[in-house]
């Protein structure tokens, strides 16, 4: 009985242990993930920033300068020829959208971040709620204009919401509850 007793501690001690580095690895994952965000949030106010400040005609010449090399080499280049495209049908309305998309995008993004961030509870379902909202205005784009790279931010998106969760739920299995 000794030897058996032994085994099932042994093994409920590597269960434990297993447990105890997937939570680890999630934890981490969900700072990597909210580190995400942040910059993420960051960048998108910085790009409604800088589209408010500028003019069409700037940002022609600065796509057309960025992307000049690489037409150069590949004058059917698809990044190069698409950025370019939309940079000379651009008008003040969509730049001032965009602007403004940008700016509520990124600073809803940096307040959650900064909110899950300092454990306020009450926050992890709001993010929940918003992040999740964004993936399904994400995901309409897709349906109308198939994008590669909004599909690989959606789906960045919907692991972020699942670290989200997961944090919450570890979050609330820690904290004891008041009967």
Known sequence: M?????????????????????????RRAFL???????????????????????TRPEILHAVAWLTREELVEDPTDLFATHALSMAMHLTASTQHFAAAYLLVHGA???????????????MFPVALIVLTAFIGYQLDRLVHIPSWSLGVFTLLDAVVVALIGHEWRARRERVPRLS
């Open 2 to 26: 000794g030897l058996a007793a032994g085994v099932v501690v042994l093994s409920s001690t590597r269960g434990s242990r297993r447990m105890v580095d997937a939570n680890h690895f999630t």
């Open 108 to 122: 809803i993004k940096v307040a959650l971040v900064a909110g899950l961030l300092r454990g306020l509870r009450w």
């Open 32 to 54: 990597a993930g909210m580190i995400f965000k942040g910059v993420d949030g960051c960048l998108e106010l910085i790009g409604s920033v800088a589209l408010l400040l500028t």
